[in-house]
């Protein structure tokens, strides 16, 4: 069982890097540039154009939000960490604090599955 979560693991974080949005040159080209800027500037990062509008969205005064915080247990798993109250999230009363997410569907959509995905690729979704 560990194997087979490894290996898919793995090879999701390979494949999320070979078909990244903007492309696999520019996934380099963006680590490249970041590191230039760092060396000149320890407080310095270069943005992306979708970087940037995660960075404009998470310091915007208007939140946009489920009102769901996620974390990984010891086992790997994505768990509901935190449901912030008056939320929709916490109104539905559907959604409990330790809940596993399996599963993630938008309306019009397939289900994508999250099993053996990792926090940060469930955030990026």
């Known amino acids: ?5 490894l ?10 890097l070979l078909q990244h949005p903007g492309g696999f040159e520019n996934y380099v080209s963006y680590l490249l540039l970041n590191a230039i800027a760092l060396r000149f500037d320890p407080h ?3 943005f992306t154009k979708e970087i ?3 960075f404009e969205a998470e310091t915007s005064p208007v939140l946009l ?16 960490a935190h449901l912030i109250p ?3 999230a916490w ?6 604090v330790g809940d596993k997410l399996l599963k ?6 397939e289900p994508i599955d999250l099993v053996f995905a990792d926090l940060a690729e469930v955030e990026s979704i």
């Not at 939000?65 to 509901?80: R, T």
């Open 104 to 109: 993630i569907k938008w309306p019009g959509k």
């Open 86 to 88: 008056g939320s929709s």
């Open 52 to 54: 940037k509008e995660n």
């Open 7 to 16: 290996s898919i693991k793995y090879h999701r974080k390979i494949n999320k």
């Open 44 to 46: 310095t990062e270069f």
């Open 65 to 80: 939000s489920f009102g769901i915080e996620f974390e990984e247990n010891d086992q790997g798993e994505i768990v509901v």
């Open 1 to 5: 069982f560990i194997r087979k979560k």
């Open 91 to 96: 109104k539905s009363n559907n959604i409990n």
